[in-house]
Every structure is written in C-alpha cells, then in structure tokens.
T-cell receptor, first 115, second 113 residues
Framework: ETGVTQSPTHLIKTRGQQVTLRCSSQSGHNTVSWYQQALGQGPQFIFQYYREEENGRGNFPPRFSGLQFPNYSSELNVNALELDDSALYLC??????????????FGPGTRLTVL | AQSVTQLGSHVSVSEGALVLLRCNYSSSVPPYLFWYVQYPNQGLQLLLKYTSAATLVKGINGFEAEFKKSETSFHLTKPSAHMRDAAEYFCAVSGWNFNKFYFGSGTKLNVKP
C-alpha cells in the first residue's frame, strides 16, 4: 500500500470530450508526476508538478494539462480526446523536487477508454 | 537524450531457477537507473535503484542489479524464482538534475511450477 490513490478506476469517454483524472498523493510528498501507459507498453512521462508548479514535461501536446493543490491532491486534464488517448494513467508522488533520484510511489491508475 | 531498452518482452523460468531480466540504457549524462515491478491491477513498486553509489544494488524480494558502464547495462537478477515473482518488470532511467523519467517497454516474467 503506497498511500497514493486515484479516481476513478475506470472511465469511458467519446472522442472530442474532455476528461479530468484525480490523484491523492502520499502526505508530505511535494512532487506529483503523471504517466500514460498504453496497452503493452511502458509508462510514458507526461509531466511533473512540484509545489503547484509544473517543472518537467514529456512529449505530450498542450491539451494535456494538470493542477496540483496544497492538500497533496492533483488533477490531469485532457481536452479534445483522441482514440489514442486510451490508456492507463498513473500518478506517482515523491518527496523532493528532483524526480531523478527520488523514489516514486505509484497509484493503481485510471483506465481511460476513448470511443 | 535518455532511453532504456529491455530485451525480451516475455521471459519464462521454472520455480527455483535463476531470473535474468535485461536492461540497456542510453544516457547523455551519468544515469540513475531503476527497476520497478507491476503486479496485475496494482501500481508500480520500486524494486531497487542505482544512484552512483555501489554498482551492485540489492533490492527487495531478493532481487539485485549490477550497473556496468562499459556495457551500458543494468540487468536484474534473482538466484531462485518464486511463483509470487510473476509480474511485469520495468527498467527506468533518469539523471541527478532531471525532472523526467524514462521507462522501458517492460518484461513479463512467467514462473512455471
């Protein structure tokens, strides 16, 4: 049990819609990272927030955005959904500002299906 | 640029046999390397990490990995497989000043009785 929770567990949307996924980090963890894991692939880094500011981003378009709140909760928002956005979305929390050395604690993920 | 390559998307071993999961990395800076395990319907869990200290790293559940700079490898091993080791294993790379994390495509380990 990592203490990182995500909601909802599963979600079905249609192409063009918008979606918000939620994550509750482990208490005291100032960094949250979001990953997209397509079927049969490894997680792909979307972005990272440290104390409510984005401080790292992978190769994802601007329609992927996020928010981090002082209460250790965070959101991943995806606009104009495309079929290829269907994936497992993982959030991970860690203590420090630099993910490179820290241990990340992952939630169980949200399975998004875009029809 | 940083990346990892995991050789073998599926590995099958008998219970009690040696487990060897391969990971090769590419990094423009001294890498930090990680192995994570993902059990069905669970989040990823850290097995072990290399952050430029000892090159042989011991992790949880009897796993260990050796950083070999000359071979750009960080293979994961366990002397004796157990049924509970059946899961998917991911190698990942980052760097000391990096706020990005790069995972490999994963290796599914099957343990036969």
């Amino acid at each position: 049990e990592t203490g990182v929770t995500q909601s909802p567990t599963h979600l079905i949307k249609t192409r063009g819609q918008q979606v918000t996924l939620r994550c509750s980090s482990q208490s005291g963890h100032n960094t949250v990272s979001w990953y997209q894991q397509a079927l049969g692939q490894g997680p792909q880094f979307i972005f990272q927030y440290y104390r409510e500011e984005e401080n790292g981003r992978g190769n994802f378009p601007p329609r992927f955005s996020g928010l981090q709140f002082p209460n250790y909760s965070s959101e991943l928002n995806v606009n104009a959904l495309e079929l290829d956005d269907s994936a497992l979305y993982l959030c991970a929390s860690s203590l420090g500002e630099t993910t490179g050395t820290d241990t990340q604690y992952f939630g169980p993920g949200t399975r998004l299906t875009v029809l | 640029a940083q990346s990892v390559t995991q050789l073998g998307s599926h590995v099958s071993v008998s219970e009690g046999a040696l487990v060897l999961l391969r990971c090769n990395y590419s990094s423009s800076v001294p890498p930090y390397l990680f192995w994570y395990v993902q059990y069905p319907n669970q989040g990823l869990q850290l097995l072990l990490k290399y952050t430029s200290a000892a090159t042989l790293v011991k992790g949880i559940n009897g796993f260990e990995a050796e950083f070999k700079k000359s071979e750009t490898s960080f293979h994961l091993t366990k002397p004796s497989a157990h049924m509970r080791d059946a899961a998917e294993y991911f190698c990942a790379v980052s760097g000391w000043n990096f706020n990005k994390f790069y995972f490999g495509s994963g290796t599914k380990l099957n343990v036969k009785p």
